[in-house]
């Protein structure tokens, strides 16, 4: 009041309690107004401590509180601030600055991993067999990595990994090399292989080549050539292997040419005798136009065997003639021992030849083998009752036909027994009735499996083993064909012998008879 009372402005206001509330209002105003200015410069103060300290080069995130009062306390910035807000400013700074030295290391990581790298990258003397102990050499060697202070500083942790990772990718740099060198060498291969089979098939086309061929008459014309010598030192199939596939195809298509050339030979009406050359063989088969895509080896085979067809049918009509005059052979011996009278060992020819008339008759058919007699020797009372008569009156060749019938009826009635003898020891030996639902059923399950093998593959390959197996069975039959032939011409010869020893033994005992009757008759 005495401060303001002399002041004409005091006057402005005529009420006391007006003057007092004005009063008040200022003062309130004003202690706003300090108390703001306060605040201010308290924040202010924060604000340059905090900023000071995280610009210092000594401040760290692993300093201390007690150092840093020791560094900065008589410095103004320090001691403004009240200790309190500087403990909580310092704390903050701490952590603001660790947070900063962590990206800065991040980011020094990176830049000296980055650097390694390209210094690692630019060094022809690194390869993918380079140790650690011998990168580190280089490395000091290098002028790059020598002059750049942090990267010497680097963690050699990091380094070790920036090395393992460089190494890796010069392994795997080094196997796709390789994968690739191999693939071109894999690929050129395939090339030889290619060309030396197109060079086969121009083999084949010229003649050389066919499925009757060999390693050895091919090879003088095959090893003069580049194609042959490009396939030599590689892997994979050889020369020797493509060549043996190839006559392997050739043989394959043997029956399904084989079938060509008999259309053909039927289409020209000629058949393969004994005596057909090949070059008449071939000449026929020229002139037809699928033989174009016939192998050479094939026609060949093929006239070998309808040549051996031949030979067969020729041999064994040699052997029937053969057999026709060993039977007449010894029905005309058999009618020389049955003469009368008897021939002697000084006898001609000219003088006991047949000369009479023999009526050419119809042959009796022959009678089934119930109705068939068999030939006995007549009794003592029948050469009685019969009249002997003389040679000159005797048919040679009804003595011949009689002597064969009589032999084909011996035959027959021996191999007639052995049928039924056969027939009885098999009906005694498995009478038994499980043995025949066994072999019955074994029967079945044969069959069925026949089938199945028949149904099982329709492939080219089964069909050519099948076809295959029939010519090896048709083969079999052939040989078993011909041994059973041989036994019948065995048995036959055989069965002659004992035949003309009975006669031998008919003749003496009809030559005794005779006597008797010439000595009764007298």
Known sequence: MKMIIN??????????????????????????????????????????????????????????????EQMFGEQEVWSVVPERDRKEIYDDVLFFLAKKEKEQAKQLRKRNVQALKNILD??????????????????MDNPMFAEDEELQNMDKEDALICFEEHIRALEKDETEEKEKSRMR????????????????????????????????????????????????????????????????????????????IKDILKDRNFS?????????????????????????????????????????????????????????????????????PPLELDSNWEENECQHYHFKGKKHSKKSKKHRKHSQSPTPAEWKRKKVPDISTWDITGAMEKTSETEEENHQHRSQKRKKRNHSESGSEGSSSGDSEHSSRKSKRQKKKNKKKRHKSNSPESEVEKEKDRSKREQENEQMKERMKDNDNDQETESADGRRRSLKQTSRKEKRLRCKCDNTWT
């Open 185 to 260: 060498e894999r690929r050129q291969q395939r090339k030889n292989r290619e060309s030396f089979q197109i060079f086969l098939d121009e083999l084949h086309e010229t003649g050389q080549l066919h499925s009757m061929s060999t390693w050895m008459e091919l090879y003088p014309s095959v090893s003069t050539d580049n194609r042959f010598a490009n396939m030599l030192g590689q892997t994979g199939s050889t020369p020797l292997d493509l060549f043996k596939f190839y006559v392997e195809d050739l043989k394959a298509r043997f029956h399904d040419e084989k079938k060509i």
């Open 7 to 68: 002041d004409p402005r005091y006057s402005a206001l005529p009420k006391l309690s007006e003057k007092k509330q004005a009063f008040n209002a200022y003062k309130s105003q004003h202690e706003k107004e300090e108390k703001e200015e306060t605040r201010l410069r308290a924040k202010e103060a924060k604000e340059k401590l905090q900023s000071f300290l995280e610009q210092h080069e000594k401040m760290t995130s692993t300093t201390r509180y007690r150092k840093a």
């Open 272 to 340: 393969v005798e004994v005596n057909t050359t090949f070059e008449d063989f071939a000449h026929i088969i020229s002139f037809d136009k699928r033989a174009a895509t016939l192998d050479a080896g094939n026609i060949k085979l093929t006239f070998n065997s309808l040549l051996e067809k031949a030979e067969a049918r020729e041999r064994e009509r040699g052997k029937e003639e053969a057999r026709k005059f060993r039977r007449k052979e010894a029905a005309f011996k058999s009618m020389l021992k049955q003469a009368a």
């Open 122 to 139: 630019n060094m022809s003397n690194v390869s993918f067999q380079t140790t650690w102990s011998e990168a580190q050499q280089y490395l």
